[in-house]
């Protein structure tokens, strides 16, 4: 059980502007501590999606976007695409475990 | 560009030690960063095992902590990973990362990943 929040599951049709939440507390997200996302294939290692709550890499498309409030995070996809059929994951310190957890994970389904 | 291989044993008995290194190429580690380890145990999600700074300063998964080392060797370039007594619960794949920045997160940079099963 991570201290990180996270729905087990969303879906949107292609086209769709969906998004995936990332609860934490006082000891991490909520003390201000940065939330970064990931993206994760099968067969793959995870990448790096949105890093500091809201920046992109290089690369990464102005489809993904990031945002926090309070001791939530939040990933949004815009023009849903089937190729973002994904676990996506967030990440955050946690000042009480001393501890870098990831949140349990999210299943995007492209319908 | 750093590169990093992870390798090691795909096979380790129950109550046994798992030891595995992550080669890294590219980026001499004394110069700096942290580097993570992560691991996925089949059909669950990421977690985030530890880091350590190229000095040696470690954080550990307080869940892990008991059975955990983490180490690095300047002079073979490679950091390395070794968990004792282990599990079946200790089967994942397991990846060795760096962050973007000289701080503990984020991961940018990943391994390919390797697959240990804990297994008599």
């Known amino acids: 059980q991570s201290v990180l929040t996270q729905p087990p599951s969303v879906s949107g049709a292609p086209g769709q502007r969906i998004t995936i939440s990332c609860t934490g507390s006082?000891?991490?997200?909520?003390?201000?501590?940065?939330v970064h996302w990931y993206q994760h294939l099968p067969g793959t290692p995870p990448k790096l999606l949105i890093y500091d709550n809201s920046n992109r890499p290089s690369g990464v498309p102005d489809r993904f976007s990031g945002s926090k409030s309070g001791a939530s995070a939040f990933l949004a996809i815009t023009g849903l695409q089937a190729e973002d059929e994904a676990d996506y994951y967030c990440q955050s310190y946690d000042r009480t475990l001393s501890a870098s957890p990831f949140g349990g994970g999210t299943k995007l389904t492209v319908l | 560009q750093v590169q990093l291989q992870e390798s090691g044993p795909g096979l380790v008995k129950p109550s046994e030690t798992l030891s595995l290194t992550c080669a890294v190429s590219g980026y001499s580690i004394s110069s700096g960063y942290f580097w993570g380890w992560v691991r996925q145990p089949p059909g669950k999600g990421l977690e985030w095992i530890g880091s350590?700074?190229?000095?040696?300063?470690?954080y550990y998964n307080p869940s892990l902590k008991s059975r955990l080392t983490l180490s690095v060797d300047t002079s073979k370039n490679q950091v390395s990973l070794k968990l004792n007594s282990v599990t079946a619960a200790d089967t994942a794949v397991y990846y060795c990362a760096r962050p973007r920045s000289a701080y503990l997160l984020p991961f940018d940079s990943w391994g390919q990943g390797t697959l240990v099963t804990v297994s008599s």
């Open positions: 350590i700074f190229h000095s040696g300063t470690t």
């Open positions: 006082s000891s991490n997200i909520g003390a201000g501590y940065d």
